[in-house]
């Protein structure tokens, strides 16, 4: 999952993209409104968390706005508690509404639910033999353990959330990495090709030649 951060306090914004890159989430963070608005016109987010209070704009503008690429959800971040801010935001087009000071274990488990909505997934992930804990960062196939480092597990979270559809390396790249992230698809050939061996044999993740690859749903 790809998430865009937008936070005008540096050390805040700091401390909750570290934190959730250590969750194998690929973050962008913007100070700006001007950044984020830059950001959300080219890249294609899962998620963009959102402050409202920007030193250039106010960040529900960009909730509102139907001209960017608009993540599939929007989780507003902010100091304003008051029942008409939330439900402003809430109206405006946010999918939550997280008042600041906040606990970080509640942000993660708002972002994973709202990673859920309206894919049908519980809180844990199971495509075939593949079962995958969000919470625990554990993976199974047919019962046996898989250990996985951070990057494979978020690239394995993310063909569970898409099983049977063919995903093409930049798809994956836009996703799964972020703008820290080697811009050479390459990359992803790499890490793939270490969670395949891991997955073991048949393999699970096939190859669609000049296309992509897909997660294959088995029984």
């Not at 999918?95 to 809180?123: C, I, M, N, Q």
């Not at 703008?179 to 891991?198: M, Y």
Request: charged share 25%; glycine share 8%; net charge negative.
């Amino acid at each position: 999952m790809r998430i865009l951060l937008v936070e005008d306090d540096a050390e805040l914004a700091a401390i909750v993209a570290l934190g959730l890159r250590n969750e194998s989430y690929a973050v962008d963070v913007a100070g700006t409104y001007a950044r984020a608005e830059e950001l959300l016109t080219t890249v294609d987010y899962d998620v963009a968390c959102v402050d409202l209070g920007l030193p250039d704009g106010d960040g529900l503008d960009l909730v509102r706005r139907s001209d960017l690429r608009r993540p599939r959800r929007f989780l507003v971040l902010t100091a304003r508690d008051a029942v008409a801010d939330r439900v402003g935001g809430l109206d405006a087009g946010a999918d939550d509404y997280l008042v600041k000071p906040f606990h970080f274990a509640e942000l993660l488990a708002r972002l994973r639910a709202l990673s859920r909505r309206g894919d049908g997934h519980g809180t844990m992930l199971t495509v075939g033999e593949l079962t995958l804990d969000p919470v625990t960062h554990r993976t199974w196939r047919s019962g046996a353990p898989v250990e996985l480092t951070s990057r494979e597990f978020a690239l394995l979270r993310y063909f569970m959330h898409h099983p049977g559809q063919v995903l093409s390396a930049e798809t994956l790249l836009e996703h799964v990495w972020d703008a820290h992230a080697n811009p050479f698809t390459a990359s992803v050939r790499v890490i793939l090709s270490r969670l395949r061996r891991k997955l073991g044999d048949p393999p699970l993740i096939a190859t669609v030649t000049a296309v992509g690859y897909r997660l294959e749903v088995t029984a």
